[in-house]
């Protein structure tokens, strides 16, 4: 009897154990919803102060800037002039990719130059980064498409992500 009741006794915790590992996870990957597409800005930016104030509608924290505004250090004749979209993030795939199509569509109707998108998020584990040219920003926005969150970083010319991956 007693060996019939270590048994149950077992399978018990065996099953207690099974369905607390069905428990849903520590959220990293539950916004990762198929179908966002990005913000539309209803005009042009003529500033990056005006990109940024139409960013933080949907990303928290966000901070736009130009090199050539920012870096005292910046030469027009060799360095490429980068729009910076920055913010915190948490890490999760789809908000993050969601904020990324926002800024991709953003710097779409943005009216002062600039020659490569770079998107930047810092987390508590490291900071990810997909950059676009501006030849690349014009190809996903032309013709007034809209930007979709699920494919936006596949379209990057360059990528440092070791945070979603």
């Not at 990293?28 to 597409?37: A, H, L, N, P």
């Not at 979209?85 to 009216?111: C, H």
């Not at 501006?134 to 010319?157: F, I, N, P, R």
Request: net charge negative.
């Amino acid at each position: 009897m007693k060996t019939r009741a270590r048994i149950v006794s077992t399978v018990a915790a065996l099953a207690v154990l099974a369905l607390g590992g069905c428990a849903s996870d520590d959220g990293s990957d539950q916004d990762d919803v198929s179908g966002q597409t990005a913000e539309i800005p209803s005009g042009d930016f003529a500033s990056t102060q005006d990109m940024e104030d139409f960013l933080t509608n949907s990303i928290d924290d966000v901070d736009v800037h130009r090199e050539s505004e920012t870096n005292p250090d910046f030469d027009a004749a060799k360095d490429a002039d980068r729009l910076h979209v920055e913010f915190p993030s948490a890490g999760k795939k789809g908000t993050d990719r969601k904020a990324s199509a926002d800024a991709v569509q953003a710097s779409g109707v943005a009216t002062f130059d600039y020659d490569v998108l770079m998107i930047t998020g810092t987390t508590d584990t490291g900071t990810w980064s997909y950059m676009y040219s501006s030849d690349t920003v014009a190809e996903l926005t032309a013709d007034d498409a809209v930007v979709e969150a699920d494919s936006v970083w596949e379209h990057a010319d360059q990528d440092f992500d070791s945070v979603h991956r």
